[in-house]
């Protein structure tokens, strides 16, 4: 154990110049985009040059850009993300409610993802050229080629409108129905801690639509690279050496072939985990759940710098959190496998 | 497996309101808006506050006075030529228009039970005026500018007073940014840098208005619960308000077919007309007679500082096909008016006398000294898309008849109103809207100084003359004459071409009565009842 939490420890040191320069790269980014904040946000019918000027010293932005530079580092520093514009609250406290929101579907989305892609990928390898091994590569090719946003709508066309089976795709628990008390902030936990099986039914069922349409994106990877990596390992030796021995099917694809075939799919989840968390801002603005992502791009639309610094730096620092899992994930799926 | 879900909602709703009505009955009483923007400040004279946040706070502030509303067509729009009493029972304005006291209502209180005093409408209008704000720069166009103006006389009089008698200095104080504040509960938490509470008024309300906060999560939802005690009118009909943000316009428009919500005001143009055939829905639409979609010249830069260039741009824009394509046809026209010279009323906007006629142009063209056309730009912002882009087409395209070659420039919203305050662009088409849709407020506000909203940067001497004197003159016919005389030389120079006032449709369930189009465009929920 103490030698996993060293490697943890050497693997968060040395993925702190890479944060350093996520933050430093993105804050020089949003000054260089074209669009002035302070203009934006200054309205009414008399705004002229001394509002504009208040609102960019409010800001901080009517310093120089490396003394600006200085200060957000030692906000950072002390913990502080600044004021989004758009929201009128701090940054923090925004990511803060929302990332378990986008949190709670990433997670779902993914379990979803995987409980079909891994079986369906072993199938496909099983058999393959057979015509089970065409209908996954069709589902695969199917979800990756229709935007999430057609697919969300089309599934709530479908599911809600014509048929009334889903609930209204609107945020993550019907806006009747009670909200259990925040303790994590992920409504599922929650309301299971809360015992209040109604709000965690009225939550779940708000999920399953979201998730499906996020699951349905990202199948193909998953499912195809665990087909490749099992038609690999099936074709090794000691594979052949357990059938001869007469070990049974199940044992040897279940057991032997797929924890060999296994790290590439980890290392592939981990991407697609990263991945989704940023880039679901699409389902996130059709089933107008109330997510990072979402908050991230109106910030951005309106040239407001705090939250989306405070945006990337959140994801950067997921992103390396990940990696870490994954590479912790590798020793326990091969223990061959020692990272340093 | 519906059925069961809602079963199961009707319990944990019942659960969660202890001896409340029945949820049927609840659910009645219970309206649900649903919008694209969010709400993201309850005190809607923060900086960056949202047309949505202008929404809440009017139902959940009171103001001294506001306009009343009367029938226009087959729905109701706000009348601003009548002023009602909202905290002030009754205001007596001075012979000489000057000063005006207001008696306020002595049974009015405020959400915390507490009584609303001359002493907290002092507070509220010196925290207009005094604070960094939006509420400063609206009311000085009513010359209300310095905190002295305003007096306590006593506990249920307050006086106000300007200098000169301004038109617009009473309908000013009608606007919503004039909200009341309890002073007490925002002292008590403003501090020596914030000493007018605004960072805590952003997250919280202390007002007297005919609905309380009883929850609100910036860009998710808001819920409000009517104040019983409200006593600023007749009592509201829903007891509570669910403002929900919904950024897909399709599935807000779904929601309102399926009868989950209950009123829209943002759908997409182009949905509405297939909406208003489904039997459970409702579409009141009306003109935006305090707005307008115009496209605009830059009249200080080359090519456009040229007069004769811009009449022949407005001789050349095919006018009623970009109102089929661009609007369907869903608003009101502001070109091809029938007079010339001058115009047949003071009102404004009102059609300008704008025609196509591709021959005039062309000899406009010459005359201006463009006998081998131009290259320009014609730029629009991105949110604006659905109804500028086929306009920008069909600019394009006409334009191209009389030598002049545009290319087309789409800007993120950020970035346009960074170009339009520094005067860079060229040509463009915005909509804007003002509160107060009086003629010399209109001419002050677009058509001079050096705001933003000057678009095409216009410094004409005459018209800064007549908005000057326009503003404190008293007698109608004169002031008509006046604004007449800056109707006709808008029309002469065409800083900017007027194209139309878009429609607002308001999409609701049938049974939802009394919907009332307000100068803020937004909803005001005392209107409403469910039939």
Redesign the interface.
């Known amino acids: 154990m103490r030698g996993i939490a060293g490697r943890a420890g050497r693997r968060f040191v040395s993925s702190l110049p890479a944060l350093f320069g996520v933050l430093v790269f993105t804050f020089l980014l949003m000054r260089v985009l ?4 302070a ?11 001394a ?2 000027e ?2 960019r010293r ?1 800001m901080g932005l009517d310093k120089p850009v490396p003394e600006q530079l200085l200060l957000y580092l030692k906000d950072i520093g002390t913990g502080n993300l600044g004021r989004s ?5 701090p940054v923090l406290n ?1 990511l803060r ?1 929302r990332l378990p929101a986008s949190l709670e579907l990433t997670f779902c989305a993914l379990l979803i993802a995987l409980v079909l892609a891994v079986p369906l990928g072993i199938l496909a390898a099983l058999r393959p050229g057979s015509v089970v091994d065409h209908a996954v590569r069709l589902l695969c090719t199917l979800g990756v080629c229709v935007p999430t946003f057609v697919s969300g ?1 089309l599934l ?2 479908v599911l ?2 014509l048929l ?2 889903a ?5 993550r628990i ?5 909200q259990p008390p925040e303790v994590t902030g992920f409504l599922l936990v929650d309301a299971a801690i809360a015992g ?1 099986w ?2 965690w ?2 939550a779940a ?1 708000q999920l399953v639509l979201p998730a499906c349409t996020m699951a349905l994106f990202v199948l193909a990877p998953l499912a195809r690279m665990t087909r490749a990596s099992m038609l690999a390992v099936l074709t090794s030796d000691f594979i052949r050496t357990g059938e001869a021995l007469g070990l049974s099917r199940r044992r040897v694809i279940l057991v032997y072939a797929l924890r060999n075939a296994l790290l590439p799919v980890i290392t592939i989840m981990g991407i697609v985990f990263s991945t989704m968390l940023g880039a679901n801002v699409l389902v996130e ?4 759940w ?1 997510g990072v992502a ?2 991230a791009l ?1 910030a951005l ?3 407001d710098y705090a939250p989306v610094q405070g945006f990337v730096l959140l994801m950067a620092s997921i992103f390396v959190l990940v990696n870490l899992v994954v590479d912790l994930l590798y020793g326990l799926a091969d223990p061959r496998v020692s990272i340093g | 497996m519906r059925i069961g879900r809602r079963e199961i909602l009707a319990g944990a709703a019942a659960m969660a309101v202890p001896g409340g009505p029945a949820l049927a009955q609840s659910r009645a009483e219970t309206l649900r808006q649903v919008t694209g923007n969010t709400v993201n400040t309850l005190d809607p004279t923060m900086p960056g506050s949202t047309r949505e946040a202008f929404g809440i706070s009017v139902n959940v502030y009171d103001r001294l006075v506001g306009f009343g509303r009367k029938q226009q067509g087959a729905g109701w729009v706000f009348d601003p030529d009548t002023i009602k009493g909202e905290l002030a029972e009754r205001v007596e304005t001075r012979a000489d228009g000057t000063t005006f006291t207001f008696h306020l209502r002595r049974d009015a209180k405020f959400h915390d039970g507490t009584p609303v005093t001359a002493e907290d409408v002092k507070w509220s209008f010196d925290r207009h005026v005094t604070a960094r704000s939006l509420a400063a720069v609206q009311i000085q166009t009513g010359s209300w500018t310095k905190a002295e103006q305003f007096r306590v006389i006593d506990q249920h009089t307050f006086e106000a007073k300007v200098e000169r008698p301004d038109r617009l200095a009473l309908p000013n104080l009608c606007t919503l940014y004039c909200m009341i504040i309890n002073s007490k509960v925002a002292k008590s938490h403003a501090t020596a840098d914030d000493p007018w509470a605004q960072a805590w008024l952003k997250d919280n309300a202390a007002g007297s208005g005919a609905y309380r906060v009883e929850s609100f999560k910036p860009g998710e939802q808001v819920i409000l619960r009517r104040n019983d005690d409200w006593k600023g009118g007749p009592l509201p009909f829903f007891r509570r308000i669910i403002n929900q943000t919904i950024p897909e316009a399709a599935t807000r428009a779904n929601l309102i077919e399926r009868g989950d919500a209950d009123l829209s005001i943002d759908l997409q143009a182009s949905d509405v007309p297939a909406l208003a055939q489904r039997p459970r829905v409702k579409v009141v639409s009306t003109p935006q007679f305090n707005a307008f979609t115009m496209v605009a010249f830059n009249t200080r830069m080359a090519p456009f500082d040229n007069v004769k260039l811009r009449q022949a741009v407005a001789a050349a824009l095919p006018y009623q096909d970009i109102f089929k394509a661009a609007l369907f046809e869903r608003g009101a026209a502001l070109f091809g008016g029938d007079w010339r010279e001058t115009p047949p009323t003071a009102r404004f906007p009102q059609p300008m006398p704008m025609k196509t006629d591709l021959a005039r142009a062309r000899a406009l063209m010459a005359e201006a000294g463009f006998p081998n056309g131009l290259d320009t730009t014609f730029s629009f912002n991105v949110g604006s898309a659905a109804t500028s882009e086929p306009m920008a087409a069909l600019v394009k395209e006409s334009l191209a008849r009389i030598g002049i070659r545009v290319e087309i420039q789409k800007l993120p919203d950020a970035q346009i109103s960074t170009l339009v305050t520094e005067k860079k662009l060229p040509f463009l088409t915005e909509t804007s809207i003002a509160w107060l849709p009086s003629t010399d407020y209109f001419f002050r506000n677009f058509f001079t100084g050096e705001q933003r909203w000057n678009y095409s940067s216009w410094n004409n001497a005459e018209i800064t003359d007549l908005t000057a004197k326009a503003r404190f003159e008293r007698d109608p016919a004169e002031y008509e004459k006046l604004c007449k005389r800056m109707i006709a030389v808008l029309a002469e120079e065409v800083p900017l071409i007027l194209l139309w006032q878009p429609n607002q449709d308001a999409v609701m369930t049938q049974a939802i009565d009394g919907y009332t189009y307000q100068y803020h465009r937004q909803v005001d929920y005392r209107d409403l009842r469910r039939a």
């Open positions: 074209p669009g002035d904040p203009i934006f946000f200054a309205s009414g019918p008399n705004a002229g040059q509002e504009i208040d609102i409010r514009m758009t929201t009128g609250q925004d409610n709508l709530i066309y809600y409108y009334g089976i609930p209204d795709p609107t945020g019907d806006i009747f129905a009670s209040d109604e709000a039914w009225a069922s603005k059709v089933f107008s109330p979402s908050y109106d639309l309106s040239s």
